[in-house]
């Protein structure tokens, strides 16, 4: 998914000519701290909450004030990975994205990443999860595609995580089963390290049910 298909009309841009409590108006209702400065299709950058409420000019036109703006974007054309990246690494509740020729096409609200990271992640997919860690130079996706499908399954997703000050690294799998007690046994055999597992294991279910009756028989 690019950053294009991303895009919502139902945040507007500010204008030089707007006043600082608009601004912060808008982005109450909105539900942003950031919304950008838009001359005509030219994109000034963004500014924030605090750079009105810092500044005191709440009843000042935007455009009259000596600001400091930041101005982070993407390109139309960018994947949704760097969008996140770039919300990641600069806190940011909005995106602006541009044109090739830099020209402001509209922006994609924080929220909307989140949604479709959901949908990118098969969150909304039944399954479980399990959480491999292991050296860097021992991942290989082949060899844990070939346990999990030996055992039935298929991988939603994947994602690799770098642990700090080491050269571990976290394999997190979303997998089509909810049910992964054969899948890490596997693992298991293979002399996999296994961090987490969330599933509904068939072995739970048989002793929770085993416990019910065992309490049902002492209240007779």
């Known amino acids: 998914m690019l950053a294009k298909d991303l895009i919502t009309d139902e945040i507007p ?12 108006n808008w982005m109450d209702e909105f539900k942003v701290s950031q919304l950008p400065i838009v001359n005509k299709h030219e994109y000034l950058g963004l500014i924030s909450d605090t750079d009105i409420l810092d500044l005191n000019i ?15 974007f993407v390109f139309e054309g960018q994947h949704i990975y760097e969008v996140i990246k770039l919300v990641s690494n600069m806190k940011l509740t909005v995106v602006p994205v541009l044109d090739e020729h830099q020209n402001y096409l509209g922006l994609i609200p924080a929220t909307a990443l989140i949604h479709q990271f959901a949908t990118l992640a098969s969150t909304r997919e039944p399954g ?11 991942y290989s996706l082949t060899q844990i595609a070939q346990i999990v499908e030996g055992n039935d399954g298929k991988i939603l997703s994947c994602y690799l995580n770098t642990l700090a000050d080491s050269t ?11 049910d992964l007690s054969a899948i890490l046994q596997t693992f298991f055999r293979y002399n996999y390290t296994v961090k987490a597992s969330f599933h509904q294991s068939e072995f739970l279910d048989d002793m929770k049910n085993r416990f019910d009756s065992f309490m049902n028989y002492i209240n007779i």
């Open 13 to 24: 841009p500010l204008k030089t000519s707007d006043t600082g409590i608009m601004a912060i």
């Open 58 to 72: 709440t009843d000042e036109e935007i455009g009259k004030s000596k600001l400091s703006l930041i101005r982070p």
């Open 128 to 138: 479980g999860i399990i959480v491999l860690e292991m050296n860097m130079h021992d």
């Open 168 to 178: 571990k690294i976290e394999v997190t799998l979303k997998i089509n089963k909810e």
